[in-house]
């Protein structure tokens, strides 16, 4: 059955940088697109960035140019590195994984917290 753990998150003053790492597995055809969303208080899950197989990249309007999102195809792992955090990023970020066989389908990560303060 495929497995998407996330690692990383924590606290970090405003300004600060951290990174996310998040490694699927358990799909014997591997994954098309892996990417980030998420979900701060009060607020509907919104993308973050994505990734696709072959490195294209796809970012949300408030990212800025703070945020790099990579892959490792050998290890079905995709990164976020996070630069100039800011409050409002703070959130729940959930990884996501995308099948295309057998079937097209999405598969989550627990979440993990992300809280930029002072």
């Known amino acids: 059955q495929v497995q998407v753990v996330e690692s990383g998150g924590g606290l970090v003053q405003p300004g600060g940088s951290l990174n996310l790492s998040c490694a699927a597995s358990?799909?014997?055809?591997?994954?098309?697109?892996l990417g980030w969303y998420r979900q701060a208080p009060g607020k509907q899950r919104e993308l973050v960035a994505r990734?696709?197989?072959?490195?294209?990249?796809n970012y949300a309007d408030f990212v800025q140019g703070r945020f790099t999102v990579s892959r490792d195809n050998a290890k079905n792992t995709v990164y976020l590195q996070f630069n100039n955090l800011k409050p409002e990023d703070t959130a729940v970020y959930y990884c996501?994984?995308?099948?295309?066989?057998?079937?097209?389908?999405?598969?989550w990560g627990q979440g993990t917290q992300v809280t930029v303060s002072s």
């Open positions: 996501y994984a995308q099948t295309v066989r057998p079937t097209l389908r999405m598969y």
């Open positions: 358990g799909s014997i055809f591997g994954f098309n697109a």
């Open positions: 990734i696709s197989k072959d490195g294209s990249t």
